[in-house]
């Protein structure tokens, strides 16, 4: 990587001491694990819209689609002064082209979803909010891959969140070159089989378009291609279909494997589907045959490198 990803995140998730109480969510992934390929851009809405460390707590009340933002105890209303500030803050982060969000869970300013909303006349809470900032956020960007901290624990919702982000940096630095058509195809080429192992529908549909691109201005098809590329990693990629995936690149080496090497690899492939070997075992023994046979597609191919190894995204079982 020749420069680092550009994420927001909540700032108290960095170890800033920014919350209510004056304390901190440092998050020691986050921060220690992905932290040294992040270009990290925190942001703190309560803090950055004017309110002081410590404060007093706040909650949404009210609608869900559309709630008040109050001090817990004294009933301030907030909802104005956060408003104006995330309608602000959201447009000057577009010049900062961020390639995804990490937000704070939970929280009714930064929470991305199953925010608490209470009742104007009190009563049990709803989980059916939207932090305000993170909605302003998510409706500005929708495309951009966004989590919560709390969900990137599971290891297959980080690997897919991820794995999304470098591909939204590469897409960043592509389209900063000033792309050529042949430029947008070859990076097509290089994410064909990422993209088949999410769904091999949206792998057709991208090929049939990318297929007609001189038919586009470039500019046109960007924007296309982009939101095609987006929807088809968010769905997630399943043990099925990498084995599909996987067993599609053993065709490339029919002429030089024997029997018994595509015997042992296609039973690999079959132990990584029953949840025997995690995923870096058969893509380990696919990546020694790409090197060792020479095969320039495979080896450009991002769905055998997607991010770096030492983050052992596909080392989980
Ligand atoms: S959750 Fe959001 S608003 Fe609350 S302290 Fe963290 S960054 Fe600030």
Redesign the pocket.
């Known amino acids: 990587m020749d420069t680092k990803i550009r994420l927001g995140i909540?700032?108290?998730?960095l170890g800033n001491k920014?919350?209510?109480d004056g304390q901190h969510?440092y998050d020691s992934w986050l921060v220690e694990e992905l932290g040294p390929y992040m270009d990290y851009v925190p942001?703190?809405?309560?803090?950055e819209c004017g309110l002081p460390v410590p404060r007093e707590a706040m909650r949404l009340v009210g609608e869900s689609a559309n709630p008040q933002l109050l001090t817990t105890n004294t009933g301030k209303d907030i909802t104005e002064q956060m408003q104006s500030y995330c309608r602000a803050r959201v447009k000057q982060l577009a010049a900062d082209h961020l390639c995804g969000y990490v937000f704070?869970s939970n929280?009714p300013?930064?929470?991305m979803e199953r925010v608490k909303v209470y009742p104007h006349k009190g009563g049990v809470a709803s989980k059916t909010g939207v932090?305000m900032?993170a909605r302003e956020f998510m409706n500005a960007f929708p495309l951009l891959p966004v989590e919560e901290e709390g969900r990137l624990h599971d290891p297959d919702l980080r690997e897919n969140f991820i794995e999304r982000i470098f591909v939204v940096h590469r897409w960043h630095e592509l389209m900063s070159s000033k792309p050529k058509p042949g430029d947008l195809v070859n990076f097509h080429t290089r994410h064909k089989l990422l993209i088949m192992a999410h769904s091999t529908v949206d792998y057709r549909k991208m090929g049939k378009v990318v297929a007609e691109i001189t038919k586009y201005p470039t500019a046109e098809f960007s924007l296309l291609y982009f939101a095609m590329l987006m929807e088809a990693l968010r769905k997630p990629a399943t043990r099925s279909k990498h084995q599909n995936v996987m067993l599609h690149i053993l065709g490339y080496f029919k002429k030089e494997l024997s029997t018994s090497e595509k015997e042992e690899l296609i039973s690999i492939i079959d132990q990584y589907k029953q949840n025997l070997y995690p995923l870096i075992v058969p893509i380990t023994l696919l990546n020694h045959y790409v090197r060792k046979y020479d095969k320039p597609y495979l080896a450009e191919q991002f769905y055998l490198h997607p991010h770096p190894a030492e983050l052992k995204l596909r080392n989980h079982s």
């Open positions: 909540s700032s108290c998730l920014v919350r209510y969510k942001v703190c809405p309560e803090v704070k929280s300013s930064s929470g932090g900032f």
